[in-house]
């Protein structure tokens, strides 16, 4: 994990740290836009490297995160964000769950996902703008080539192996849709609602079974709604991270 602080000021200490879990193939730079609108507080990145299991990516960042913080995942990021929150709960003061799914891979697709992995981590290039690209931006924003290039960087610069790891991670959770019922903390549910890959369903079944929920449906937005609409996002975050805050006093 990226210990280091992105953002602060002598208000930190008044404000509990911010732990940020990017996807698949994603780094700081898929948060880059939301961070720059929000508050100042501590934030660390708690990048999926090196590690193929979600219990395994829960307990390693679990290691390095503060005693006691806000934690936000996006994607991918979001479903291990589930998991460190099912794991110490007592730790997690709010979670937020950006363009994120609570339910399993029917095993019967396990192995059609890790060829889909295979075959797309030999040409990744081809593999964002060709296959992926359709299903991560909403109509609106599929011309935007300054936004295609910064994900296709973003995957290249993960890498092969990255690709297949965190095909790994996916494939090995669990179920959350029922032990999210436990996780009373603060909560944020937001995705957009051209979402192709983490759908507008799937982000109301999770608000709908979290305790303290907040559910928000971006329109002309698709999963990477932090770069297709960094204003709206950082505003729920923002009010998210209030909310938090006074909890947690």
Known sequence: MNGGKLTGSDNDT???PLLLVPGT???ERVFTPVLALLPERSVSIAPLTDVSDVHEAARRILADAPPRFALLGFSLGGIVSL???ATEPGRVAGLALIGSNARPVAPEFHAERRREAISGSENLDHYIRKIMWPRYVSEGRRQDA???HLIAAMARDGGRQLLLNQTEIGLSRI???DRIARMTMPSLV???CEDALCTPEMQR???HRLPDAQLALLPDAGHFVTLEQPEAVAAHISSWLERVDRVSA
């Open 83 to 85: 998991e460190i929150a």
């Open 25 to 27: 193939l994603c780094d």
């Open 175 to 177: 179920d959350s849709r």
């Open 146 to 148: 300054a936004l295609q």
């Open 14 to 16: 008044e404000r509990l």
């Open 205 to 207: 079944e999770m608000a």
């Open 190 to 192: 937001l995705g957009g």
